[in-house]
């Protein structure tokens, strides 16, 4: 069975500070992790993807995120933060052995960006 | 390219009336769909998904159903809405070789129940 857990409902951080986001999983299987993030009222957006390539992983808007396979962690960073990083970022895991592609999503991280 | 399109964008109905949001994906075939529902503080939780004509897989019971008459369209149903169906309704596709390229949603609709 897959889980996945965001360890913050909500980070604020200020503007120009460093951020970080917390995600475990839970695998049975060789997993693949994603981060998504939603802009409010707004659809989602795929901001990176780990799918056993390299552990480190770019995104968009300067995120990134690394995977750990002894932590069982997929935390996302960004050096800077920008005002328009405010928004809520969901973990999503997927078991790459199913067919049917079943993901999971975390319960989400509300970000806050302060002047 | 591939798109998905899904609609309305936000919709208010009253207690008892039917329900019908439709998703279209374009520039791919046999693709993967998902309904899932984002209720309000809340993180996304999977409804339906299909992974063909006609077959569709009820993740959660509920008071609302789901169709695929034809391969790239996917259709989220109730026959009678109530209060707690009011939510962020979100559609998905993704390739039928797995979750490697990450799902592509659509802009989502906003439903109300009043």
């Known amino acids: 069975a897959q889980s996945v857990t965001q360890l913050d409902s909500h980070v604020s951080v200020s503007e120009g500070t460093p951020v970080l986001l917390r995600c475990n999983y839970s695998s049975s299987y060789s997993p693949s992790l994603f981060w998504y993030v939603q802009h409010p009222n707004k659809g989602l957006q795929l901001l990176l993807k780990?799918?056993?390539?390299?552990?480190l992983v770019k995104g968009i808007n300067g995120f990134e995120a690394e995977f750990k396979k002894s932590e069982t962690s997929f935390h996302l960073t960004k050096p800077s933060a920008h005002m328009s990083d405010a928004a809520e970022y969901f973990c999503?895991?997927?078991?790459?052995?199913?067919?049917?592609?079943?993901?999971?999503f975390g319960s989400g991280t509300r970000l806050s960006i302060r002047p | 390219s591939q798109t998905i399109h899904q609609w309305p964008a936000t919709l208010v109905q009253p207690v008892g009336s039917p329900l019908s949001l439709e998703c279209t994906v374009e520039g791919t075939s046999n693709p993967n769909l998902y309904w899932y529902r984002q209720a309000a503080g809340r993180g996304l939780q999977l409804l339906f998904y299909?992974?063909?004509?006609?077959?569709i897989s009820s993740e959660v019971p509920q008071n609302l159903s789901a169709s695929r008459p034809q391969d790239r369209q996917f259709i989220l149903s109730s026959k009678k809405l109530l209060l707690s169906d009011s939510g962020f309704y979100l559609c998905?596709?993704?390739?039928?070789?797995?979750?490697?390229?990450?799902?592509?949603f659509g802009s989502g609709t906003r439903l109300t129940v009043v």
């Open positions: 299909s992974v063909g004509i006609g077959q």
């Open positions: 780990y799918t056993s390539a390299a552990t």
């Open positions: 998905a596709w993704t390739s039928g070789t797995g979750g490697f390229g990450g799902y592509t």
């Open positions: 999503v895991v997927s078991d790459q052995r199913s067919s049917a592609s079943k993901i999971i």
